[in-house]
């Protein structure tokens, strides 16, 4: 797993696949990445589900719990109806942790997350102290909005909203720049590429300098 800062996008990306491991989160403020994890098998972005491997079983649990910014998260899951949409992967646990470090100031900023998939990471920003807006496709807003209403207190109804975006579409819809891109594990398939580029480069315009970012190969 690494994580990439590019000024203010932020994307952990999963290069291993076992729940098992340790999370690397960089401590303090620097221009190194974390060091991407050793591991024997090769890195896989897609793996076939199957609810008896061992690795896998726990996208078939119906809810996880974590604890973040003091608060109890309880997120839900639904593989069998939405896939790898409704679970939480192991990048966004890692990312976080990250943003709990402080290392990215979040309070009172704009913030979007890309793909947010069981909104686990733009809950985190919200609480936090951003200003977030949470997107996914349409046809995970349902599962999305429920996750992310359960686990944010009445107080912050006013702190984020939960909308549609996607890649490919219309972006004349955010006629709005952000301080803060997040993404977790959302850039798996190849082809997506070039639609999220155009996405980043739309929502906050002028990045230019990479700040950190490796990953290890096997």
Not at 42 to 49: I, K, T
Not at 68 to 73: A, G, M, N, P, R
Not at 116 to 143: C, H, R
């Amino acid at each position: 797993m690494f994580l990439i800062q590019i000024v203010n996008i932020i994307f952990c990306i999963t290069c291993g696949y076992s729940e098992n491991h340790h999370h690397c989160v960089q401590t303090k403020s620097t221009d190194e990445s974390c060091d991407a994890l050793k591991t024997t098998e090769p890195s896989m972005a897609l793996v076939p589900y199957n609810p008896n491997n061992d690795v896998l079983a726990v996208f078939n649990k119906p809810e996880r719990v974590f604890r973040f910014v003091e608060k109890e998260l309880k997120i839900p899951q639904d593989w069998n109806n939405l896939g790898v949409a409704a679970v939480v992967w192991d990048a966004a646990i890692v990312l976080c942790e990250y943003l709990e470090t402080g290392n990215v100031v979040l309070e009172h900023k704009k913030v979007i997350e890309l793909g947010a998939g069981s909104g686990l990471v733009g809950i985190v920003a919200t609480l936090l102290g951003a200003q977030t807006i949470i997107t996914d496709q349409e046809k995970a807003l349902p599962y999305l909005t429920k996750a992310v209403r359960n686990n944010l207190p009445d107080n912050f109804k006013d702190k984020y909203k939960v909308q549609a975006l996607d890649w490919r579409g219309d972006l004349e819809t955010y006629t709005e720049t952000f301080d803060v891109i997040l993404g977790a594990d959302i850039i798996y398939i190849e082809d997506t590429f070039p639609d999220l580029l155009r996405t980043i480069i739309h929502l906050n315009v002028g990045l230019r300098r990479l700040l950190c970012g490796s990953m290890k190969e096997n």
